[in-house]
Antibody, heavy 122, light 107 residues
Framework: QVQLVQSGAEVKKPGASVKVSCTAS????????INWVRQATGQGLEWMGW????????GYAQKFQGRVTMTRNTSISTAYMELNSLSSEDTAVYYC???????????????WGQGTLVTVSS | DIQMTQSPSSLSASVGDRVTISCRAS??????LNWYQQKPGKAPKLLIF???SLQTEVPSRFSGSGSGTDFTLTISSLQPEDFAIYYC?????????FGQGTKLQIK
């Protein structure tokens, strides 16, 4: 069965960086883009960007450009999201999600990781 | 960016009720609209893709409709496990954007 398992909770100080991992199983890792979505406590869902595990191509939301980097290690079917220059506004649960593309119905996030809480506090 | 607006923001209903949640896009997105359900402390779960297609293993009491800019999620007969937050999401163009969510509460 398809699973995305994320790394554990992190506590960081303002100005620091965080790197969250997302390990895939149950499917061919390189065949589906991995997207990252975050959610501040009590707030909605915010898309951050995507990465193609086959080509390593990436695309980031304008808001995070220059501050986020998405990478992967195909040998261990793992995607990474690194966010720099953290502030308290980055305190959120970060999710990875698999993008499933259908020719006629568009695309959707069909499987999600369990989420990683990143807390930024001095 | 395409803005997604859901209504209502919250809704109180009883088990057995029929409920409808609306989602409007700021420009036409064809049928590239997905619906997700999120329960407390859990990741979102895909319910509907392509505006009206039911994801595998999602109960048939859930249905979606619409095209262009106006979409609807309907739950035909609410069950206790349906009380959650529902989000629409457009996949027509990047950046992907979500509605602000509709919280479905027990009356």
């Amino acid at each position: 069965q398809v699973q995305l398992v994320q790394s554990g909770a992190e506590v960081k100080k303002p100005g620091a960086s965080v790197k969250v991992s997302c390990t895939a199983s149950g499917y061919t890792f390189s065949s589906y883009d991995i997207n990252w979505v975050r959610q501040a406590t009590g707030q909605g869902l915010e898309w951050m960007g995507w990465m193609n595990p086959y080509s390593a191509s990436t695309g980031y939301a304008q808001k995070f450009q220059g501050r986020v980097t998405m990478t992967r290690n195909t040998s261990i079917s793992t995607a990474y999201m690194e966010l720099n220059s953290l502030s308290s506004e980055d305190t959120a649960v970060y999710y990875c999600a698999r993008l499933f593309v259908r020719k006629t119905s568009g695309s959707s996030f069909d499987f999600w990781g369990q989420g990683t809480l990143v807390t930024v506090s001095s | 960016d395409i803005q997604m607006t859901q209504s209502p923001s919250s809704l109180s209903a009883s088990v057995g009720d029929r409920v409808t949640i609306s989602c409007r896009a700021s420009q036409s997105i064809s049928r590239h609209l997905n619906w997700y359900q999120q329960k407390p402390g859990k990741a979102p779960k895909l319910l509907i893709f392509g505006a009206s297609s039911l994801q595998t293993e999602v109960p048939s009491r859930f249905s979606g409709s619409g095209s262009g800019t106006d979409f609807t999620l309907t739950i035909s007969s609410l069950q206790p496990e349906d009380f959650a937050i529902y989000y629409c999401q457009q996949s027509h163009s990047r950046p992907s954007t979500f509605g602000q969510g509709t919280k479905l509460q027990i009356k």
